[in-house]
């Protein structure tokens, strides 16, 4: 696996022969790793890389079938884009890191830790992801948009037919506060850049996945973000994340939505920041952010 750089845009290579694209900011400081969601790529994070780079060394890296990656014909599994972060964390010798996952990205780690333990890993922070999306005898507070066969075909017929209506009900249902139009342009821009089919068959894997058994298990500290306005999980399926981590605390952003990282930066910044310092020390079990 090796690392090689063209501008700001540099790669590693997975081995299995996948260019993953990544951007690196900040010259010292604690590390932390930025993991986007289905659907979006490294530029999601545009808002939040600089202020943490006064801090920290910041990576940022677009997954498999997103962004500048590579869009191979296999590898549509949770487990792969797992096994892809370790991969990255190998090739740039990275040590001591915080992973922060948004969305898929949060199931991108727990596979991680399923399959590879701990290694590499200091700390761990969640963005508004429920451990199980599909709906289930003992579990209703999965997605509220792809929940079980029937939501799940219909999202991928409306990716083959029409990914720009997908891009636009991203934004419609991922937003409650108002974010730049260039930013807009540029979250729909990203999704524009993905294979449908890629996509559906990722979601295909990712939504029936169901990580409550293992989250007890994450002997890290973890921080969980929770959108108080979420238009993809109810809060109470995100604060379950919370709940059954063991040393997890939840804070819940009481006017965002699943993209609060974007819609609320500074303060989203700040308590990573000092989540990246202190871990949970001194931190209530869980806490709002207005």
């Not at 991680?112 to 999306?133: I, N, S, T």
């Not at 991928?156 to 108002?178: H, R």
């Not at 939840?250 to 202190?278: G, I, T």
Request: proline share 6%; net charge negative; with cysteine.
């Amino acid at each position: 696996m090796a690392a090689d750089a063209a501008a700001a845009t540099q790669y590693v290579t997975t081995n299995d022969g996948v260019r993953l694209a990544y951007e690196q900011a900040g010259t010292a400081g604690p590390v932390v790793v930025l993991i986007h969601g289905w659907s979006g790529s490294r530029k999601y994070f545009c808002h939040n890389m600089p202020a943490l780079a006064e801090h920290c060394q910041v990576y940022a890296y677009d997954q498999r079938f997103h962004g500048d990656s590579d869009s191979p014909s296999h590898g549509f599994h949770v487990a792969r884009l797992a096994a892809d972060l370790r991969d990255f964390l190998q090739a740039l010798q990275l040590a001591d890191v915080t992973v922060v996952g948004s969305s898929m990205g949060c199931a991108v780690i727990w596979s991680y830790v399923e399959l590879f333990g701990l290694q590499r890993l200091k700390q761990a922070v969640f963005v508004d992801q429920a451990p199980l999306q599909n709906r289930a005898p003992d579990w209703q507070l999965g997605s509220k948009g792809c929940y079980d066969a029937a939501t799940l075909a219909g999202l991928q017929k409306t990716l083959a037919e029409n990914l720009e209506a997908v891009a636009d009900g991203n934004a419609a249902g991922c937003l409650s506060l108002p974010l730049p139009e260039a930013t807009m342009q540029l979250l729909k821009q990203e999704t524009m850049r993905c294979k449908p089919q890629a996509l559906g068959q990722l979601m295909a894997d990712h939504t029936q996945l169901d990580w409550r058994p293992l989250l007890p298990l994450l002997a890290l500290p973890c921080l969980n973000c929770v959108g108080g306005c979420s238009g993809v999980f109810p809060p109470e399926g995100c604060l379950r994340v919370g709940e059954l981590a063991p040393d997890c605390c939840s804070v819940v952003f009481a006017r965002a939505n699943h993209w609060l990282y974007l819609e609320q930066p500074e303060e989203f910044d700040a308590l990573l920041l000092d989540f990246v310092v202190k871990g949970n020390a001194g931190r209530p079990k869980r806490a709002e952010v207005a």
